[in-house]
């Protein structure tokens, strides 16, 4: 049984959410990824911060980028627990990143909606990887706001 699947890198991703949401943070988590070794790690810090571009993939982008020495992250893979927004496809854009790997569809701020290109045209997509924990972290964390 191959240790790093997919679904490993993923649930290191879920936890990061998980962090997240009990800092009253939108829960969402991302690691990057290299030769099977996590090198970058992040979730949401925006109400923590006070800084809107403070998103999961944001900071595990300069996470990794500050392990490797290097901008770009041509030969890593993203965990991310929603599909990147607008912004992080950008970042990811220009950092050149391999693989992006997410769990849940964001049908209104996921960058699929702005337009399938945003991301380098040699990067890979797969999505729906452990969707199902990673919506029901967003659905509860959106509940609990209203109540």
């Known amino acids: 049984m191959e240790l790093f699947t997919h679904e490993y890198f993923m649930n290191e991703a879920l936890k990061q959410a998980k962090i997240a949401f009990e800092e009253g943070e939108i829960p969402v988590g991302a690691v990057i990824v290299s030769k099977n070794k996590i090198i970058g790690r992040g979730y949401n810090q925006t109400e923590k911060l006070q800084d809107v571009t403070a998103h999961a993939e944001m900071i595990a982008i ?3 980028a500050n392990y490797l020495g290097a901008k ?3 030969d ?6 929603l599909e990147p927004c607008p912004m992080c496809a950008g970042a990811l854009f220009w950092s050149q990143i391999g693989e992006v790997y997410y769990a849940a569809s964001d049908p209104k ?19 729906g990887i452990m969707a199902e924990p990673a919506q ?4 509860e964390f959106f509940k609990k706001l209203r109540e």
Request: hydrophobic share 35%.
């Open 109 to 127: 701020r996921g960058f699929h909606q702005c337009n399938d290109s945003m991301l380098h045209p040699k990067t890979k997509v797969f999505s």
């Open 62 to 64: 300069t996470s990794a």
């Open 76 to 81: 890593c893979r993203l965990y991310v627990t």
């Open 136 to 139: 029901d972290l967003v659905n």
């Open 72 to 74: 770009y992250l041509i």
